[in-house]
């Protein structure tokens, strides 16, 4: 037993590891301790743990992707830190496989898809005029089988060793006979357990946009970051179950023997790079669009004029979601699928730089003869167009398949993507968040510090990832561990550059608690002019949302009301507001489906079979939950709104 | 908006503006689980001849068996439609009867396919056995998971019909269960052309 503990179980021999082990520990304990002696458990429980309030539900998953920004970046840190000089010693090529693996699934899964979802779940209700999603439930099923799965990804770090395959997890490399043990059976169930509330995001949000916007507006009336999680949700309805089978697949291959991936048996290592790219693709453009939605909002109502080119926007949209789908095979033009096949999807993928394009240049039209104001939320949407064209561009050259065997696999491409994903997404997170902080928390962002993080991320970001491009063209591969010494001064430029985002994300995170403390609070609920209905409401949001939902009768809901007058608190018109029961179901359902994949994790049948009654008891006692809801009475509404609105008088 | 309107008159399923929307996300899962299918199906087809020294399909499909679970299946769904027709004549024990006859039609697929499988692995091909033994257990054994959980679903279905009769609710519920039940049909319509039928000729 004690041997088992000590060599199987628990992740041994690093003085890393037992620095984070000691970490976790003290973390816990001060997290019980707080919460103890604050007598905070109830409150903890009924405000958060069992709400099914968007907005509530969307600040969770931004605090869970900061977390799992920090835990990434930690990663980032740990590799530059390994590259920078050669014959380095302070990661070996396992520990250093393992962490570009977590660095990689944790940005993408874990970060990214639930920073944007997040704001999506706050965000997108209030600009259709919405009283919450569709499915409340549903939602917050969703964010807690994301929060779960996110923990047993990351308990392979302390309990049986991190996965080492890669984020894209290749096979034969991930199959059960060159990667025994628990590790990659980690990343297949934490993967498997947060892609299932990804989905119930995904319907619960077209469900939400298409039935329940606000009397007037039409589909070209909703605000363009709506449009943008509209598209995004269909990415994610139809790309998601794809991921679901591919990761099913290799859990039997690995857990029941069957003989998918294998090398034996006449299995297909090469069809779990296609179904996992059938996917992965769509997966970047479920990253992409929302932070595009929301640097068109950013940059509407910074540039102060409506946006250029809205119906552009929305078919090129339209457009990059149905391409998305048909590009996969661009991620292995080295497999041999022979000259006909590479050259089709060789055009595939240059196609969708033309309503990229497309919207990269409404956006300058967007400015053009605007009266700019550089605020923080703008001046990462302004850093955002140039960085993100160097990565559009660079990717045009690594659609020509000719072209691609020589970048393939190699720095080159590591320093393209991360110069879309991180220009792309990272800013436009940072972009989202300070634009509609003020909304969540009822405070701004302090411009001083946002304008300290920003340079320093942006400058950063490029002395990192510049250097990169150079370093494939002189051979450096990708995912080595180990550097030559011509390739050192570039990397220790690159470095540096790392060091400098560091700074700025520790700067963001700092200006979190400045502004918590010193931030003036907001009097009105438009702090920023703004041009779509979140603004019309009050700040902090009542949980009902809306008082009264106006009358929509043109793009730009809320800049109309303040010209023709409009209120979202119709004094005469209020009727009672139904709202849906605060639930602990979902908590404890994902709860058992860790318990499940826990027990898949270690091929502990007794234990996954017991999570997995866990779940289909907490699906039985839904069932059987007749719930309606209840009413907030009129008197109710009109008392919270007259307090709410005390500041603008 | 009218579409927020709360109905008074048409099927009990649609009155409600939130029934309403539960039927549309439904849809919309039902288009998610297509893309499922579509990814079994199609590594089916990848994997289709690999059966390394395994037997082949020629040598293992019967067509009385696949037959004989077609005809169950695609009866159930057409007893499943009658319920739901029984539902909204507004007759419960209509609804009742026909559901139960669905049900044990299901459960009659669901025995053969328990046979079949059983069968295939005497002969000596199960899951472990290639790559296409692998794929075709898995493509029709996630159909079949899909009926044992309709199954379920329906028993608890029928315990909340009994419970509270018919109402906006139930019937919603009923009618989504209707949409599962005759999808899963639609699937074993490919199912039974793609595996079996060609399964057996090639």
């Known amino acids: 037993m004690m041997d088992f503990l000590l060599n199987e179980f628990l992740v041994t021999g690093d003085p890393l590891i037992y620095g984070a082990m000691v970490s976790i520990v003290l973390v816990s304990i001060a997290i019980v301790f707080v919460l103890t002696y604050f007598r905070k458990w109830g409150y903890l429980w009924r405000e958060w743990l069992t709400t099914v309030d968007h907005k509530k539900i969307g600040i969770m998953y931004i605090i869970a992707a900061i977390a799992m920004l920090f835990r990434g970046g930690v990663d980032a840190m740990l590799m530059r830190a390994q590259l920078t000089l050669p014959n380095t010693e302070f990661l070996n090529s396992q520990h250093y496989n393992e962490i570009f693996t977590t660095h990689g699934t944790i940005m993408i899964i874990f970060m990214a898809m639930p920073f944007l979802i997040g704001l999506m779940n706050f965000v997108v209700p209030l600009q259709i005029g919405a009283r919450d999603v569709a499915f409340p439930f549903l939602n917050a099923v969703s964010f807690w089988s994301f929060a779960f799965g996110a923990m047993l990804f990351n308990l392979s770090f302390v309990i049986g060793g991190s996965p080492d395959a890669g984020w894209t997890n290749y096979a034969p490399l991930a199959g059960p006979n060159l990667n025994p043990g628990p590790a990659i059976n980690y990343y297949l169930l934490g993967l498997q357990i947060s892609g299932i509330g990804t989905l119930a995001t995904g319907i619960n949000f077209m469900v939400t946009i298409l039935k329940m916007r606000a009397p007037g507006m039409t589909l070209m009336r909703m605000p363009i970051f709506t449009w943008s999680s509209l598209i995004t949700s269909f990415i994610i309805t139809f790309a998601f179950p794809i991921l679901t089978v591919a990761l099913a697949l290799m859990t039997i291959d690995r857990i029941f023997g069957s003989q998918f991936f294998t090398l034996t048996g006449e299995g297909m290592p090469m069809m779990w790079a296609n179904l996992f790219w059938l996917w992965g693709h769509p997966e970047v453009y479920i990253v992409i669009l929302p932070a595009f939605g929301i640097f068109s909002e950013v940059i509407s109502t910074f540039a102060r004029k409506q946006l250029f080119g809205y119906k552009a926007m929305v078919w090129s949209m339209l457009l990059i979601a149905g391409l998305s789908f048909l590009v996969w095979v661009h991620h292995f033009f080295t497999m041999g699928a022979g000259a006909g096949v590479n050259s089709l999807f060789s055009v595939t993928t240059m196609l969708i730089s033309v309503p990229t394009g497309v919207k990269i240049f409404n956006w300058l039209g967007t400015m053009y003869k605007g009266k700019i104001r550089f605020d923080t939320p703008m001046l990462w949407s302004l850093g955002f167009i140039p960085c993100f064209v160097i990565g559009g561009v660079t990717g045009v050259m690594l659609a020509m398949a000719a072209a691609d065997y020589q970048y393939h696999n190699t720095y080159f491409l590591v320093a393209h993507f991360h110069n879309v994903l991180i220009a792309g997404t990272v800013f436009g997170c940072f972009a989202g968040l300070t634009f509609w902080y003020p909304k969540m928390f009822g405070h701004k962002m302090n411009e001083k510090l946002g304008k300290i993080s920003f340079w320093f991320f942006v400058i950063g970001f490029n002395v990192c990832f510049l250097p990169m491009y150079f370093l494939g063209f002189m051979g450096m591969p990708r995912r080595t561990y180990a550097i030559e010494p011509e390739w050192m001064p570039l990397n220790v430029v690159s470095t540096v550059g790392a060091v400098l985002m560091a700074i700025g994300f520790i700067v963001f995170v700092y200006n979190i608690y400045y502004s918590f403390r010193y931030s003036e609070r907001e009097k009105t609920g438009d702090t920023w002019d703004g041009r779509a209905l979140e603004w019309a409401t009050t700040t902090p949001v009542p949980f009902y949302n809306f008082a009264t939902v106006p009358e929509i009768t043109g793009p730009e809901a809320f800049w109309k009301m303040k010209q023709e007058g409009g209120t979202t608190y119709d004094k005469d018109n209020l009727e009672p507001i139904h709202m849906p029961s605060d639930s602990g179901v979902p908590f404890i359902m994902s709860a058992f489906m860790f318990v499940a994949g826990f027990g898949l994790v270690w091929e502990w049948m007794v234990v996954a079979i017991a999570g997995l009654i866990g779940i289909l008891a907490c699906m039985v006692v839904r069932s059987f939950d007749y719930d309606h809801g209840f009413h907030v009475s009129v008197e109710e509404i009109k008392e919270t709104e007259e307090k709410a609105r005390e500041g603008e008088k | ?202």
């Open chain 2, 1 to 202: 908006m009218s579409g927020h309107s709360e109905l008074t008159t048409g099927p009990l399923e649609y009155r409600s503006h939130e029934d309403r929307m539960t039927v549309l996300g439904f849809w919309l899962f039902l288009g998610a689980e297509i893309a499922l299918f579509a990814t079994l199906f199609a590594t089916y087809a990848v994997l289709f001849g690999r059966t390394a020294d395994a037997p082949t399909p020629q040598e293992l499909f019967e067509m009385p068996m696949a037959l004989t679970m077609t005809f169950l299946l695609l009866t159930s769904s057409f007893t499943c439609g009658i319920a739901i027709h029984e539902m909204r004549r507004g007759s419960l024990k209509g609804l009742l009867t026909w559901l139960i006859i669905t049900l044990a039609l299901g459960l009659g697929f669901l025995g053969f396919e328990i046979y079949e499988f059983v069968h295939y692995a005497h002969e000596g091909a199960t899951l472990q056995s290639s790559a296409y033994w692998s794929s075709f257990f898995v493509l029709t054994g996630t159909h079949g998971a899909h009926v044992t959980l309709g199954i379920c679903w329906a028993v608890l279905l029928i315990i909340q019909l009994k419970k509270r009769g018919l109402n906006q609710m139930t019937a919603r519920k009923t009618f989504v269960l209707g949409l599962y039940w005759h999808f899963l049909d639609v699937i074993w319509i490919f199912l039974f052309t793609s595996v079996y039928l060609i399964g057996m000729v090639v």
